[in-house]
């Protein structure tokens, strides 16, 4: 499976926990953590960690390693890192603070079409 493929799978199980604005930046020639950045946001901590299991549970089916997974207790900003894909799933208020897809804001954004089901 491509890493395209795999970051389409990973941005529609954050859709199907109903995250918000998702975006994919090409980390690739702008970074050497890692070749992506998918970022979302959930408007609560339960929807986050919602939003957060349904990526674990994509990486774990796709059998990716995930190298470590932060903020999930708290909820306010979850880092999931498997590596050469690297997820941010916010609480809309820290997604707002730190606005990420400004601080990166040479990487592209790649397109990615999310399956209507």
């Known amino acids: 499976m491509s890493q395209l493929?795999?970051?389409k799978q990973i941005a529609e199980a954050c859709d199907d926990k109903f995250a918000e604005n998702i975006v994919v930046l090409d980390m690739e020639d702008i970074s050497l953590i890692a070749d992506y950045f998918?970022?979302?946001?959930?408007?609560?901590?339960?929807?986050?960690?919602?939003?957060?299991?349904?990526?674990?549970?994509?990486?774990?089916?796709e059998n990716i390693t995930i190298e470590s997974i932060e903020g999930f207790q708290n909820a306010r900003w979850v880092v999931i890192d498997a590596g050469?894909?690297?997820?941010?799933?916010?609480?809309?208020?820290e997604r707002d603070h730190y606005n990420l897809e400004r601080l990166w804001g040479d990487a592209s954004r790649?397109?990615?079409?999310?399956?209507?089901?």
């Open 5 to 7: 493929q795999l970051l």
């Open 110 to 117: 790649v397109p990615i079409a999310i399956s209507q089901q």
């Open 38 to 61: 998918l970022i979302c946001h959930a408007n609560n901590e339960r929807q986050v960690q919602a939003v957060a299991r349904s990526v674990r549970e994509t990486f774990e089916r």
């Open 84 to 93: 050469d894909i690297i997820c941010h799933i916010f609480h809309k208020d």
